[in-house]
């Protein structure tokens, strides 16, 4: 299996930026499509943003996004540091959430359902 730990997170006045990352450990992490989702108090969690396994080893991958962050986020991977990012621009106050990354060996999906493995979380909050 794999392990993942996210970090990044913390706080941000609206219209700012932050970066989380999803680091892996325990297989090649190429070979794994990686999500990330999110959940705020009272909601139910919900899919952010996903990419495929990449061949290469410094990164690529096909990518997905869930409508709400579409323009502002971008997710990316290094292969090489075994490493998933989310750059997040122009935050909204509806954006804090607490942010999980998860893992799939050989696909990729935008259902929690499609995941094999979770990291335990990071806290993103957008306040004035």
């Known amino acids: 299996q794999v392990q993942l730990v996210e970090s990044g997170g913390g706080l941000v006045q609206p219209g700012g930026s932050l970066r989380l990352s999803c680091a892996a450990s325990?297989?090649?992490?190429?070979?794994?499509?990686v999500g990330w989702f999110r959940q705020a108090p009272g909601k139910e969690r919900e899919f952010v943003a996903a990419?495929?396994?990449?061949?290469?080893?410094?990164?690529?991958?096909?990518?997905y996004y869930a409508d709400s962050v579409k323009g502002r986020f971008t997710i990316s991977r290094d292969n090489a540091k075994n490493t998933v990012y989310l750059q997040m621009n122009s935050l909204k106050p509806e954006d804090t959430a607490v942010y999980y990354c998860?893992?799939?060996?050989?696909?990729?999906?935008?259902?929690?359902?499609?995941?094999?493995?979770w990291g335990q979380g990071t806290q993103v909050t957008v306040s004035s």
């Open positions: 998860a893992a799939a060996y050989d696909h990729v999906a935008t259902t929690q359902e499609g995941y094999d493995y």
């Open positions: 325990g297989r090649t992490f190429s070979n794994y499509g």
């Open positions: 990419i495929s396994r990449s061949a290469t080893y410094w990164g690529g991958g096909r990518t």
